[in-house]
């Protein structure tokens, strides 16, 4: 070979190899947006389509990656086990998340799920941290493939949602404070940061909660009815001033403080402007309007999904100017549950209902117990559908923890509105079936109670002591799992999928580790 031969070698091979680190570069995302909508229903999606602009929802639904057929692998599904099983791409089995709230065995309280005393809040008296999420999330994974350089960040309304998505190796997570109307966060991620104080200085909610009203956005909100004898009406709120930021919470208006929030972080430069890909998770509303019932606020909930249309529409514009749609991965799902009913409407129509009281079942179960081995406490709390025994007492007597449980499921069985009971030594011995497995996977073997009561459909779970009611309602919940950007191809999916998919499924297009609590592999 010649020395014109060898340099004319030279040049191809660096060529090539400039050419093979510009592709290996764009087969990452810069940015991931995650973005989780709360109670959101494909029902609803699709009903209050003629009210959507056409950069919102309607590009999501012509352009994205969308299954139409998705759920929680896990019962008993809200905000805070649903956003850790997503970022986790795990079940409350394995990431600890059974709900918002348990029973500390220690103190026999209440507990949130990210309370942490060690850790102060900021611009909020809640003192928060992830201890309680047990695996590792996608941004977790992010920061430790990048040797802490990728970006992680999430805004929602609440804590829960915040902090659960954000992980434990996050930048920053932020919420609206209930009672302050600030912009909040904890010290466990560090110094707020300059741009949180500016934001929230700039957008706080405390000075500007009475000047506010929810109103239609336009005419045509409530002129079709999708519900069945509903009286479509117009509508005027207001939040009071004593719970303003807390109903502010709860109506479509919350969402535009989510978008402006994350938009305001985009325009700091907090994601997407190099080549290491950073991940963004935001939580919208959908429910209903102040916990009230469905029948009540049908045109309010027209005027959500509007209002959030174009509040995706927004986000979606900041994103494609500043980053490149087509350098984002972006993923949209729901919290795969609901809140409101009219439980009054069963019993004046002769439907089956009723009221279980767990404290008299409880009192009822010591009561049975004291009968067969003698007196003393062996029911030590009870708290949602779960009842709590006093192990230490039960050594003490030199009893069997399993025969007790037998024992006990054998009494609980006979209580009227009781259709199944789970002792813990079923969830983690028993023989496995499909019906037992999304129960098993919602149960977490640190945080669950002993027994866990599952009430007939219809009928009422009661707490009288905390004056909570909650109706056990098993129908199917349908909701939309939509990837979108990154140049995907468009395509309709109808095979059963689980929401766990997600977390491998991003973690496969950024390269990166799968958390660490996920075994299901990725959807494409």
Known sequence: ?????????????????????????????????GITIDQLRTDYLEAFAPLYGDGG???????????????????????????????????????????????????????HCVDDVDYRGVNTPDCSSPKNLLVSTIGDELKVATEGKGIVFSVAPNKEEAILAAGHASDWAMW???????????????????????????TNLQRRISELEWKPANEYIGTYNYYLAAQQKSFSHTFDKNRGIRQFKRSALVNEEITRAANFCLNSGLGGLDDITDFFSLCYYAGNWDGKSLSETTTELQDTYKRLDAEIEKLLKTIDQLVGLDKTLIYLTSTGYETHTDNAALSKYRIPTGNFSLNRCAALLNMYLVAMYGNGQYVEAYYNNQIYLNHKFIEQKQLKLSEVLAHCEDFLFQFSGVRDVYTSTRMT???????????????????????????????????????????????????PLIFFGYNLEPKKVSTPVTVDCIAPTIAHHIRIRAPNGCSSAPLF
């Not at 012509?62 to 099983?85: I, L």
């Not at 009430?455 to 919940?477: A, H, I, P, Y």
């Open 1 to 33: 070979m010649n020395k014109r031969q060898l340099a004319t070698s030279i040049v191809v091979y660096a060529a090539f190899v400039n050419a093979m680190a510009q592709v290996t570069a764009l087969q990452t995302p810069r940015l991931v947006v």
């Open 57 to 111: 929802f309607k590009k999501l639904l012509a352009m994205g990656q969308v299954y139409n057929n998705v759920q929680y692998a896990s019962k008993n599904v809200d905000r805070a086990s649903a956003m850790a099983s997503i970022v986790t791409g795990s079940v409350p089995y394995n990431h600890g998340i059974i709900g918002e709230d348990w029973m500390d065995r220690a103190s026999l309280q209440p507990m």
């Open 176 to 202: 609206i404070d209930s009672y302050s109307g600030h912009w909040a966060g904890t010290t466990y991620y560090g110094s707020a940061p300059s741009w949180f104080k500016h934001l929230d200085n700039v």
């Open 429 to 479: 011995q028993g023989a496995w079936t499909p019906g037992i497995s999304s129960v098993r996977n919602g149960y977490n073997p640190k945080c669950s109670g002993d027994i866990t009561i599952q009430v007939v459909s219809g009928w009422n779970l009661v707490n009288e002591e905390r004056g909570s009611s909650k109706m056990q309602r098993d129908s199917f919940f349908e909701f």
